[in-house]
């Protein structure tokens, strides 16, 4: 559905984006990571025709962005990071003016409406003007919008920035329900939702793609060495010399929880010892209540691949005056 070969983007002598390449399959949801400054913004905008290539061939549905730039936005929902809405209209008349806009035929308008209004859950708040509503249902204005079209592609970035906890689930639902029926390419700096929700990850860093898998995949590719971790009622003394003796171990923590010795044992690499661990537990006749592995979080490999002091600044940044004011057809 996405196919981006060599796109490069430069802002003077600034190179935000540097010949990179990937493809998203029809169907999949992925999840765009990256720092601040990294060129998610800068490669959403311009796969969604809002901004101009320096080189490189996107295509989207088939059609190259640059030489069929209309037929590509008949094709794609984009919800941008700022959600540029008109604030002193209700939400059913700016889902309508949307709706034509997007060329949607008057004789389906009131019925896509209603659709992406049910779907974002916004029923409740048709007749309200969209100023007076929370930062969560202005989100889901911005949702609708991206849908009221029908497209075969949404490319939402950031789409619960700002949120509360609860607004944030809410928005990660609807998100696995759009998937459904469409593919969707999403960035954001929440790992958990990229987690739960993504079925693949692709991290980009100065420009360009340095990891592209399943979570899963990429956790257990920098999973280096295995990090097993137990509670047993024994004297911490006792507990360390017993783990002295066992092959594998490369280093040890222990702290006493009351009665409990806490112990962390960091293995080494490639070596799974939870069977031996449990078996020298039983041998010396403790209280086991806890025995689990550790295992590298998403966030973990985003910090190791990409962590850097200060992040730069995304040079689209300077063109988010043009892009904030009104809402793109």
Sequence with gaps: MIRVEQLTKKYAATVAVDNLSFRVDRGEIVGFLGPNGAGKTTTMRIIS?????????????????????????????YLPENCPLYLDMRVDEYLKYRANL???????????IRAVKLKCSLMDVSSRIIGQLSKGYRQRVGLADAL????EILILDEPTAGLDPNQIRQVRKMIRTFAETHTILLSTHILPEVETTCDRVLIINDGKIIASDTPETLRNRLQSSAHLELEVKAPEEEVKNAFKRLKGIRCMHTRILDEWTLAKLECEEGMDLRDKVFDMVVQQGWKLRELHQDKKSLEDVFVELTGREEPAPDPSDTARGTAGGTPAA
């Design 148 to 151: 009221v079209h029908d497209p």
């Design 102 to 112: 997007k060329g949607v035929p008057l004789r389906d308008r009131k019925e896509r």
């Design 49 to 77: 025709g809002y901004l101009p290539a320096t080189g490189g061939r996107v295509e989207v549905a088939g059609r190259d962005v640059f030489k069929e730039s209309m037929e590509v936005r008949k094709r794609i929902g």
